[in-house]
Structure formats: C-alpha cells, structure tokens
C-alpha cells in the first residue's frame, strides 16, 4: 500500500477518502429509519465513505460490528448504543487501536469519558421534563387524580432511562398525578400496541393519561385505545417523544395531545465532526440538539415544514 501511495500523483493523495465505520441499532421506529437516511446522505454530501451496519437491536451486533470497523482500520467509528452500559471493553479496544469513535443520539454510561471524542444529540432528560410540564399545564384547572400509564422504550437504553426520569421528576410535585402502570414496548407499534390492550384490560375505566416515551409506540396504542371503543385524544390524553411525520398526522386526527421534539437529522453535523477529528481540530465533547414541544393545536401549520 505505501509503494502504491508513494507512486500516486499529489492530489490523488489529498483526495484519499476519510473512512467512517457507522453502527446503527436498527429500524425500530419512523424515527431511527430517518436517522439512518441522514446518516447516509450526509456522508455522501460530505464525501465520507461509510460502512454502515444494522444491528437489528442486539448490543451483541453492536460490539461485533465495532471489532471489524476496528480490523478494517476505518478512520473514524460512530454509533448510536441500544443501551447505555456494556461497551466499554470494545470502546478500550477501539482507543487503543487509536481509533476515534463518535457517539450519536444514545449515551453510554462509561466512566472513562476518553473513550469517546464526543456525544452528539437530544437532551433526554429534558424531553421527559419537557413531557411533564405539558401534562401539568394541561391539567391545572382540574381537580382529582390523574392516572398515568407509561410505555416505556428499550430497557437499559438512554432514551427510556431518562425520559422516565425526567417526567417523574416533573410530576411528583404534584401528588396527584400517578403513574399507575409502567411497562416497556421496545419502542415499536407492535409492543406499543400489544402493552396498551394489556393495560386496557387490567384497568379499563382508569386510565386518563397515556405517556409514551416515542411517536411509534404511541401511535400503536392508539390502534388499541380505538380497537377498545375508546377515544385516544379525548378519553385519554396521549403524550409522545419524537415528532415523526406519524405524530403529526395523529395529531391533526384529534388522537394525539403532544409530541415533544426529538430530532433524528444528525448526519450532517456528525459528518462535520468525523471530518474535525481527522483534521485534529478540536470538538466539543457534548454536542446538544436544539428542540421544541407540538402540541396538537400547532400541527397542521408546522406539517408541511416537517422533514421526518
Ligand atoms: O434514541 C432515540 C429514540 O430511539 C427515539 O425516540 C425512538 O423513536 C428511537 O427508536
């Protein structure tokens, strides 16, 4: 290879293309298969070869994807981790092959935070808060309680873990809010749907609220909520994470209260920050993205501005 280096003319060196070894999770959700459409039109705008792999929602294919972008010797590795903890070997492995890696939407909750340059995406947490305040807004001028039940994402994933946190937070100043049942749909229709009836079934007159920690697995439990005769939107309110194209439509169906932003268009800035790390400029070690909340009422105007 370095014959073949030496034996090339200047600017054919110049050109050689920076490689990027990207591990998505999968395609849960309208939400992920627009990341990964951003993730891989980005790198084609920016020229970037990309080694793109699916780990159909196993950290197993996750750490076995890091270790051949490690072997292949790709410039750059990103992903997005199904779940925050567990990566650490295959991280210290991929530092010491001197190999930078990029988190992208998901964080890992390693101590050693040299194992990554930087973390690009949402603020959970805040998404949960952001959640919250709606719901108490929502309710001020009523009085009794307010049954709440949740459908949370994947078990040991950022997304699920903070999101829960962040609305607890928000709602346990009011004693009255309640979340009566917590359960995870895997943040697909198909769980979201399959738990909602479940909940139907075990507390059919009870429920006021349902929080769903992403547009899909609300949108699933809509299906439910109308398949029991029932009226999502108005018998029971309904708030998701997301902001997908599916939310949207929802939402001006009269089924779906809220969606609070959570947005999958990352490629470019990512792209940006491979092209930094190997240029050696410096980035920042959190890269947040800046989001907003959808209520129902604002949907049909914001729709066609949508791009996911
Ligand atoms: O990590 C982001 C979350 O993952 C999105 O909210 C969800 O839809 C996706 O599957």
Request: hydrophobic share 45%; proline share 5%.
């Amino acid at each position: 290879a370095l014959a073949l280096a030496a034996s090339l003319p200047l600017p054919a060196l110049a050109q050689k293309k920076i490689v990027l070894g990207f591990s998505q999770i999968g395609a849960e959700s309208e939400w992920r298969t627009a990341n990964t459409e951003s993730i891989k039109q980005a790198a084609k705008d920016a020229g970037i070869e990309l080694k793109f792999a699916d780990a159909q929602q196993k950290q197993e294919n996750q750490i076995k994807a890091i270790r051949s972008f490690i072997a292949q010797k790709v410039d750059v590795i990103a992903f997005s981790p199904v779940v925050e903890s567990g990566f650490e070997t295959v991280l210290r492995e991929a530092k010491a092959a001197k190999i930078p890696v990029i988190l992208t939407d998901r964080a890992v909750n390693a101590k050693d935070d040299s194992l990554w340059v930087t973390f690009m995406g949402s603020d959970f947490l805040e998404e949960g808060r952001k959640a919250g305040r709606w719901l108490l807004d929502k309710e001020k001028n009523t009085k009794g309680d307010v049954n709440i039940v949740e459908l949370q994402g994947t078990v040991g994933s950022a997304p699920a873990i903070d999101r829960k946190k962040g609305f607890e937070e928000i709602i346990k100043t009011q004693p009255r809010f309640k979340i009566v049942r917590s359960q995870t749909g895997d943040f697909t229709r198909a769980k979201g749907k399959e738990v909602m009836q479940a909940f139907l079934k075990a507390d059919p007159k009870k429920i006021n609220v349902l929080y769903a920690h992403n547009d899909d697995m609300a949108i699933g439990a809509i299906q439910a909520i109308e398949e029991a005769g029932l009226k999502p939107g108005k018998d029971i309110t309904i708030i998701s994470i997301d902001g997908v194209k599916g939310a949207f439509e929802a939402m001006m169906a009269g089924k779906l209260n809220v969606s609070v932003e959570c947005s999958p268009l990352l490629g470019p800035q990512l792209m940006k920050a491979v092209q930094d790390v190997v240029a050696g400029k410096p980035v920042p070690k959190r890269i947040v993205t800046q989001e907003s909340v959808f209520p129902m009422e604002t949907a049909a105007a914001e729709f066609p501005k949508r791009k996911y």
